[in-house]
């Protein structure tokens, strides 16, 4: 790790370093991807909207971090999430938002207690990907996904350029019960010159 936490953001880490780089991020986080224009929860908030979630339906917001996607949930009108994330520090700040109806901290590579089908909406933004969970965690998503289940998720340039995270993606949409539903690319940090791609999947 480098000095300065945010100089890792987009590079392949362990679980230790992503924690690490978020335990020193937490405090100047919000107005850092502020300031980049970070667009990236409002867009995958709209996807799950323009998907058919049903806005009355618990989210299970993965990797909630500081509660940013959670604030873009509410924006577009669901009403009842929770959160979870490694992060402790990220997710005193999540929790501190009052958007979501309980928060937990999770363990790297595992969703926890989470059992499939106990959430019919699944949210990751940002997680999968260069900087925070490494490709086998798009599995463990996928398979936390009931009948009828959704899950959006985003990768950015980095992951995008990345065949692990990519070749993961293609082959989860090879099973017969799971369906790309929406995949859009788009702005993600605007002052950085980065994008990203939304996906939502559903299990039919």
Request: charged share 20%.
């Amino acid at each position: 790790m480098s000095e300065t936490p945010k100089d890792d953001l987009w590079s392949r880490l362990t679980p230790e370093e992503s924690q690490r780089l978020y335990a020193g991020w937490a405090e100047s986080y919000d107005a850092d991807v502020a300031s980049w224009g970070y667009a990236t929860p409002a867009r995958l908030a709209l996807a799950l909207r323009q998907s058919g979630a049903n806005v009355e339906k618990p989210v299970l917001d993965v990797g909630c971090g500081t509660g940013l996607c959670g604030m873009a949930l509410r924006a577009v009108g669901f009403d009842v999430i929770d959160g979870t994330d490694i992060s402790p520090e990220m997710l005193a700040r999540a929790e501190a938002r009052g958007v979501y109806r309980q928060v937990w901290k999770g363990e790297p590579g595992t969703l926890g207690h989470i059992k499939p089908a106990d959430y019919p909406i699944l949210s990751a933004c940002g997680v999968v990907g260069h900087g925070a969970a490494p490709p086998e965690m798009l599995d463990l998503l996928i398979a936390a996904l009931g009948a009828g289940g959704l899950l959006a998720f985003s990768f950015n340039d980095a992951t995008l350029a990345d065949r692990a995270y990519t070749d993961r993606l293609d082959i989860a949409c090879l099973a017969p019960d799971i369906e790309l539903v929406f995949e859009q690319h788009g702005p993600h940090l605007p002052a950085k010159g980065m994008m990203s791609t939304v996906y939502v999947l559903k299990r039919t």
